[in-house]
């Protein structure tokens, strides 16, 4: 029965290096414009993801299940887990990650959406927590769906080292992904994972805040949501699936 698994692994450790190796997307436009955007409009995106985080993330967790239906996630999810543990064939396997991935195509309209109503120096801001929450909501979806307690104080940390990773330069993939998965969550502090998530959040929307600032070409900003969410959603999806594979690999030796 294992063999399943470790197949399954296999293929999912083939996309993750994919992944990886992906060349970031705003690389180019942000070299050509980052030293052209006001310091204010830096720190004010900055500030408004730590208080986005602070509030949803640490605080609001209840907001986001109202519109994702914890409690039937949770259910869908142990039901698709024990037809994976009884059968462990690849059927069974494709099943999980269904349910696991369910209302992503909802969430991608959802920030496709917010990315056009976004304004610039400061304009839209209020939008920045809609964002936010939009990007937890399916980052929890995952979770839960593969059986993971998003709640637990040491899930939010892997979460926002997550979200770094998704979203970090090229050059630092490597080191992130291998924190990520060797790191037993236990040495951290929460003020400075959010700080951190800010930041790299603040950095890959940057360009559309200041793109956004020339009506011509305004329109952008829901593309530049969608891909950031697109990557975002990647990275989650490989990671919550490696973690859960393994699980069941511990399991079957244990028994």
Known sequence: MGDTYYRELEKNQKREERLLNKKSWNLKVKDQIYEKVPEGVRVNLEKAFMKAFEFIFVKGNGIIEKTMDKEMRELDAKLADDLVSDAADRQSVKAMDKQAKKGSLANRTATTVTGFSMGFLGMGLPDIPLFVSTLLRDIYGIAVGYGFDYALEQE???????LQLALCEDEQRTDKNRRLFKDKM???????EIALTAKVLSDALLVEKFVQGIPIIGVVGGIVNFKIYDNVHAFAAVNYKKRYLMRKIEEERRH
């Open 156 to 162: 939010k940390i892997y979460i926002l080292r997550l």
């Open 186 to 192: 236990q040495d951290y502090n929460m003020e400075q």
